[in-house]
C-alpha cells in the first residue's frame, strides 16, 4: 500500500483553490490519507471506493478536483474519466490520474480520453499541491471564459432585443417617409411628372416631388442629403416639410398673390431660402444636393437651379439627349453661396430626367462606375415607346442588372422625371389597352 509522503509545504488560502474535491480509492486507507491532505488544504472532500459511486456524486455534486486511482475494479480510472467527461456542466472539472504505470502509451490514451494530469505512486505532497495550483489555473481560466461567454450571451440578447425595436422603428419610419412622396405620378393636361425613390436602406437620404399652384406652371425637383441612415432621413423629413405641397402657407417654395392663391418661386429664390435655413442653423452638419426646376406648360420654357447635383438630362423626342447645367454648390454648405438659373426648351415629346447619383455612382458588375456614359447606356436600353412609371421601373430594374449578382445599393435611387406635350392619341390608345 503507497501512503502520501509528508510535506511542510503550508496549506494556500481557501479562495485560491477549488471548493469540491472527489478522492475514488478502492484503499480505504489511501482515501484517508488524501482526504486529510485535501482538507487541510481547504477542500471540501467527498470520497468514494468505486467509480459508479463516484458518478453518482458528480451527478448531485459536480466537483472541481477529482484524484482517482487507475486500476480500480469493475470500472477503471479511464472509464470513468470518459464517463465523467460526458457529464453536462458548467465548469471545468480538472482530473488527475493516479497510477504506477508510466507508459507513454497509457498517458496518450489517457489525455485523449480528458485527464488533465498524471501522478506516479509514491506520491509527493509537495507535487500533489502543485498540481493542484496548476489545474486552479485552468479551472479559473474556464470559470473566467464561461462568465465573459454568459455575459456576451446576455448582452447579444439585450442588443437583439434592442435591434428588434429600432427595426420596427425604422419600419415605420420608412412608411412616414413614403408619405412625403404620396403620389409616383401626376398628369397636367398632356404633360406629366412621375417619381422614382428607392432607399439603399430602411430610410434613405434622397427625396423626390412635383409643386403646381396653377394650371399653367409645375414645379418639380431631386434632392440628395449628404450621408445615410435615420440622421439622412431626418434631413429628407426636415426638407420635405419645406417643400410640402399640401401646406402652401409654409411651403419655400411659393409666394402668396396679393388677390388670393399662391404663385411658384423661381428656382434661383427657392435655392437661395433653402441655404439660408440651412446654412444658418449651427447646429446642422448635414448639406444636400438639389436639382428644382419650375414649367410653363404651356410654352415648354423651364427654369432649372442645380445645386451639387448630377446634371439633369434633357431627351429629346428623337433620342437625342443631352446634360444641362453647370455644377453649383450644394445647399446648406456655404452660408453665403450664391444660385443662378439656366432655362431650356422642351418641344412636344421631350423629356427631362432628373437624378440622383446612386445613378452614376452605382457600381457595375465590371467594378467601375456607371458614370454618364453609362447612364446614357441605359437610357438607350429601356423601351423608347414607355413613359412615366413604366418607364421609370425599367430604368432601375436595369440598373439592378448592371450591379453584381450579390451586390446590394449602395446609396438611395431616386429619379424626377417630366414629360412634356405627349402625343394625344397616344394616351388615349393607352388607355384603350389598359381598359380593354
Given at each position: 500500500?503507497q501512503?502520501?509522503?509528508?510535506?511542510?509545504?503550508?496549506?494556500?488560502?481557501?479562495?485560491?483553490?477549488?471548493?469540491?474535491?472527489?478522492?475514488?480509492?478502492d484503499?480505504?486507507?489511501?482515501?484517508?490519507i488524501l482526504?486529510?491532505?485535501?482538507?487541510r488544504?481547504?477542500?471540501?472532500?467527498?470520497?468514494?471506493?468505486?467509480?459508479?459511486?463516484?458518478?453518482?456524486?458528480?451527478?448531485?455534486n459536480p466537483?472541481?478536483?477529482?484524484i482517482?486511482?487507475?486500476?480500480?475494479?469493475?470500472?477503471?480510472?479511464?472509464?470513468?474519466c470518459?464517463?465523467?467527461?460526458?457529464?453536462?456542466?458548467?465548469?471545468?472539472?480538472?482530473?488527475?490520474?493516479?497510477?504506477s504505470?508510466?507508459?507513454?502509451?497509457?498517458?496518450?490514451?489517457?489525455?485523449?480520453?480528458?485527464?488533465?494530469?498524471?501522478l506516479?505512486?509514491?506520491?509527493?505532497?509537495?507535487?500533489?499541491q502543485?498540481r493542484?495550483?496548476?489545474?486552479?489555473?485552468?479551472?479559473?481560466?474556464?470559470?473566467?471564459?464561461?462568465?465573459?461567454?454568459?455575459?456576451?450571451?446576455?448582452?447579444l440578447?439585450?442588443?437583439?432585443t434592442?435591434?428588434?425595436?429600432?427595426?420596427?422603428?425604422?419600419?415605420?419610419?420608412?412608411?412616414?417617409?413614403?408619405?412625403?412622396?404620396?403620389?409616383?405620378q401626376?398628369d397636367?393636361?398632356t404633360s406629366r411628372?412621375?417619381?422614382?425613390l428607392?432607399?439603399?436602406?430602411h430610410?434613405?437620404?434622397?427625396?423626390?416631388?412635383?409643386?403646381n399652384?396653377?394650371?399653367d406652371?409645375?414645379?418639380?425637383?431631386?434632392?440628395d442629403?449628404?450621408g445615410?441612415?435615420?440622421t439622412?432621413?431626418?434631413?429628407?423629413?426636415?426638407?420635405?416639410?419645406y417643400?410640402?405641397?399640401?401646406?402652401?402657407?409654409?411651403?419655400?417654395?411659393?409666394r402668396?398673390r396679393?388677390?388670393?392663391?399662391f404663385?411658384?418661386?423661381?428656382?434661383?429664390?427657392?435655392?437661395?431660402?433653402?441655404?439660408?435655413?440651412?446654412?444658418?442653423?449651427s447646429?446642422?452638419?448635414e448639406?444636400?444636393?438639389m436639382?428644382?426646376?419650375?414649367?410653363?406648360?404651356h410654352?415648354?420654357?423651364v427654369?432649372?437651379?442645380?445645386?451639387?447635383?448630377?446634371?439633369?438630362?434633357?431627351?429629346r423626342?428623337?433620342g437625342?439627349?443631352?446634360?444641362?447645367?453647370?455644377?453649383g454648390?450644394?445647399?446648406?454648405?456655404?452660408?453665403?453661396?450664391?444660385y443662378?438659373?439656366?432655362?431650356?426648351?422642351?418641344?412636344?415629346?421631350?423629356?427631362?430626367?432628373?437624378?440622383?447619383d446612386?445613378?452614376?455612382?452605382?457600381?457595375?458588375?465590371?467594378?467601375?462606375?456607371?458614370?454618364?456614359?453609362?447612364?446614357?447606356?441605359?437610357?438607350?436600353?429601356c423601351?423608347?415607346?414607355?413613359?412615366?412609371?413604366?418607364f421609370?421601373?425599367e430604368?432601375?430594374?436595369k440598373?439592378?442588372?448592371?450591379?453584381?449578382?450579390?451586390?446590394?445599393?449602395?446609396?438611395?435611387?431616386?429619379a424626377?422625371?417630366?414629360?412634356?406635350?405627349?402625343?394625344?392619341?397616344?394616351i388615349?390608345?393607352?388607355?384603350?389597352?389598359?381598359?380593354?
Amino acid at each position: 500500500m503507497q501512503t502520501l509522503r509528508s510535506s511542510s509545504i503550508k496549506p494556500e488560502p481557501q479562495s485560491d483553490i477549488p471548493s469540491r474535491a472527489l478522492v475514488v480509492d478502492d484503499s480505504g486507507v489511501q482515501r484517508k490519507i488524501l482526504s486529510a491532505s485535501l482538507v487541510r488544504w481547504g477542500f471540501q472532500v467527498y470520497s468514494v471506493s468505486s467509480c459508479a459511486e463516484a458518478l453518482e456524486v458528480c451527478q448531485t455534486n459536480p466537483p472541481d478536483l477529482v484524484i482517482c486511482e487507475w486500476m480500480m475494479p469493475n470500472m477503471n480510472g479511464l472509464e470513468f474519466c470518459q464517463a465523467f467527461r460526458a457529464i453536462l456542466r458548467e465548469n471545468y472539472g480538472y482530473f488527475i490520474l493516479v497510477s504506477s504505470r508510466s507508459e507513454k502509451i497509457e498517458v496518450m490514451r489517457g489525455l485523449e480520453i480528458g485527464v488533465d494530469d498524471f501522478l506516479t505512486k509514491p506520491m509527493n505532497a509537495s507535487e500533489l499541491q502543485a498540481r493542484i495550483k496548476a489545474g486552479q489555473r485552468i479551472i479559473d481560466m474556464h470559470r473566467s471564459l464561461t462568465e465573459q461567454n454568459t455575459l456576451v450571451t446576455d448582452t447579444l440578447a439585450e442588443l437583439r432585443t434592442v435591434y428588434d425595436a429600432i427595426d420596427q422603428d425604422l419600419l415605420q419610419a420608412r412608411k412616414i417617409q413614403q408619405a412625403l412622396v404620396p403620389e409616383r405620378q401626376r398628369d397636367f393636361g398632356t404633360s406629366r411628372v412621375s417619381l422614382l425613390l428607392q432607399p439603399c436602406g430602411h430610410v434613405g437620404g434622397d427625396l423626390v416631388g412635383v409643386l403646381n399652384s396653377d394650371q399653367d406652371h409645375v414645379g418639380f425637383y431631386c434632392i440628395d442629403v449628404s450621408g445615410h441612415g435615420i440622421t439622412s432621413a431626418l434631413m429628407t423629413a426636415q426638407v420635405g416639410g419645406y417643400l410640402n405641397n399640401e401646406f402652401p402657407d409654409y411651403n419655400i417654395a411659393m409666394r402668396a398673390r396679393a388677390g388670393g392663391g399662391f404663385d411658384l418661386r423661381s428656382p434661383q429664390e427657392v435655392a437661395h431660402l433653402l441655404n439660408q435655413r440651412l446654412a444658418g442653423d449651427s447646429g446642422v452638419i448635414e448639406y444636400f444636393t438639389m436639382v428644382y426646376g419650375t414649367v410653363d406648360l404651356h410654352s415648354g420654357e423651364v427654369d432649372l437651379v442645380q445645386a451639387g447635383h448630377p446634371h439633369p438630362l434633357l431627351i429629346r423626342a428623337d433620342g437625342g439627349m443631352e446634360f444641362l447645367g453647370a455644377g453649383g454648390l450644394p445647399i446648406g454648405l456655404v452660408a453665403d453661396a450664391t444660385y443662378s438659373v439656366f432655362k431650356t426648351y422642351l418641344k412636344r415629346g421631350d423629356r427631362l430626367f432628373l437624378y440622383s447619383d446612386g445613378f452614376t455612382e452605382c457600381k457595375t458588375k465590371h467594378g467601375d462606375m456607371l458614370d454618364e456614359d453609362g447612364l446614357l447606356e441605359l437610357m438607350r436600353s429601356c423601351d423608347v415607346d414607355s413613359g412615366g412609371l413604366r418607364f421609370l421601373d425599367e430604368l432601375f430594374a436595369k440598373l439592378k442588372l448592371t450591379m453584381a449578382s450579390d451586390a446590394q445599393l449602395d446609396d438611395d435611387i431616386s429619379a424626377a422625371l417630366f414629360e412634356f406635350n405627349r402625343h394625344v392619341l397616344s394616351i388615349f390608345f393607352l388607355k384603350l389597352i389598359s381598359f380593354i
